[in-house]
């Protein structure tokens, strides 16, 4: 008796079904992480935004870092942001590292350190400042690189600098802590 489409597609589909509840047994795979990105509207661009960051921001020194961080005054845009947005910047003199390739490649081992440690910046900051919604950072680096940095390197560094900052902003968001 010759088969028909019908009973062709039948029998692969059901032979597909052994294939697939055989298969979970088999190969298990680790579950996916997210994906560690820095957005564009992460990166800290307006004029306005950047001269109020350098004019009324605080620093913290974790050396061979500078970071200015600032809280936006702007109430009105706060309350409408739901989640929590820290935008940055990351600056290297012309004074401190004068070839522009040192300088490119010292940005890049800054964003990607910070890339790295955003999941745990934004963890640490809504544990220990639930208030702030709005962060803004500048990583300024101080100090010409002796040798060739990596981002290894660069990780600790700037989690050590995000920590005082965290630290400051949660005293200051609690005045009764001070002495």
Do not use: W
């Amino acid at each position: 008796m010759p088969e028909t489409d019908a009973s062709k597609t039948a029998g692969a589909e059901t032979a597909g079904a052994e294939n697939q509840s055989d298969s979970p047994s088999k190969i298990s795979l680790p579950p996916m992480q997210a994906r560690a990105t820095l957005k564009k509207c992460e990166i800290l661009r307006l004029k306005n935004d950047i001269d109020e960051l350098f004019k009324e921001g605080k620093s913290v020194k974790v050396l061979p870092l500078k970071i200015l961080y600032q809280v936006p005054s702007d109430e009105a845009k706060a309350e409408e942001i739901k989640r929590q947005t820290i935008q940055v910047m990351f600056v290297v003199s012309k004074r401190t590292v004068k070839r522009a390739a040192h300088r490119n490649r010292v940005k890049r081992c800054m964003r990607e350190a910070y890339r790295n440690l955003k999941s745990e910046i934004c963890t640490m900051l809504s544990q220990k400042c639930p208030s702030v919604r709005q962060l803004r950072l500048a990583f300024l680096f101080q100090s010409a690189p002796s040798e060739s940095i990596a981002t290894k390197q660069m990780e600790p560094i700037l989690k050590k600098g995000i920590e005082k900052v965290i630290t400051r902003l949660s005293q200051e968001q609690s005045p009764t802590n001070r002495v």
